[in-house]
């Protein structure tokens, strides 16, 4: 069982960063894949990156690839996304997914208790 609370988010100027983290419950962490996905009014959910139990597979969205960076630290079960660059039509509001499949998690498909509440990204311009 997994619990994935996010924070981090904010308002910020267009060309601004920031740092989302992810920290989940559970033991069995280490084990899972996890995945940033963001949802903005009026769209479908997207994901934007994901990274293996491990840590040494990645993958991004073509948007957001040179800009976002997803990294996890098992010790402290938490995951992160460093956002650069951000630009006005990355506001939206971001997720946490986790499951065991690494495909499961970037086609959006994590059981639906696997995913955290969201936290808002608001990029000026």
């Known amino acids: 069982q997994v619990q994935l609370v996010e924070s981090g988010g904010g308002l910020v100027q267009a060309g601004g960063s920031l740092r989302l983290s992810c920290a989940a419950s559970g033991r069995t962490f280490s084990s899972y894949a996890l995945g940033w996905f963001r949802q903005a009014p009026g769209k479908e959910r997207e994901v934007v990156a994901a990274i293996s139990w491990s840590g040494g597979g990645t993958y991004y969205a073509d948007s957001v690839k040179g800009r976002f960076t997803i990294s996890r630290d098992n010790a402290k079960n938490t995951v992160y996304l460093q956002m650069n660059s951000l630009k006005p039509e990355d506001t939206a509001v971001y997720y946490c997914?986790?499951?065991?499949?690494?495909?499961?998690?970037?086609?959006?498909?994590?059981?639906?208790?696997?995913w955290g509440q969201g936290t808002q990204v608001t990029v000026s311009s």
């Open positions: 997914a986790a499951d065991v499949s690494m495909n499961t998690v970037v086609a959006g498909r994590a059981r639906g208790d696997y």
